[in-house]
């Protein structure tokens, strides 16, 4: 099993930025993908970023060039920095870990991003 707690979502004017944290805890070895998922009010979940172990990462089209998504694998944890944020971008951010060899996926409990002045 793995444990996901998400942090440093907030309240931010549009323009700002922001850095969403992911720490992973229990059996991080069997993690090959660690990545952000969101979703906003009557809307589906998007996938926004992912980072595979290896160093490749992929990007939703709405997101490219202001997110960036990178992973310190020594402290288990998944960030995602967030820039030019825009209203659009208000959401839930939830961490994803992905174990491809099972298809196991573990969620974290969500960070709420609002954009607003």
């Known amino acids: 099993q793995v444990q996901l707690v998400e942090s440093g979502g907030g309240l931010v004017q549009p323009g700002g930025s922001l850095r969403l944290s992911c720490a992973a805890s229990g059996s991080v070895a069997v993690i090959d993908a660690m990545g952000w998922v969101r979703q906003a009010p009557g809307k589906k979940r998007e996938l926004v970023a992912v980072?595979?172990?290896?160093?490749?990462?992929n990007y939703a089209d709405s997101v490219k060039g202001r997110f960036t998504i990178s992973r310190d694998s020594g402290e288990n944890t998944v960030y995602l920095q967030i820039n030019s944020l825009e209203p659009e971008d208000t959401a839930v951010y939830y961490c994803?870990?992905?174990?491809?060899?099972?298809?196991?996926?573990?969620w974290g409990q969500g960070t709420q991003v609002t954009v607003s002045s």
């Open positions: 994803n870990a992905s174990e491809f060899s099972t298809e196991a996926e573990y």
């Open positions: 980072h595979i172990s290896g160093g490749n990462t």
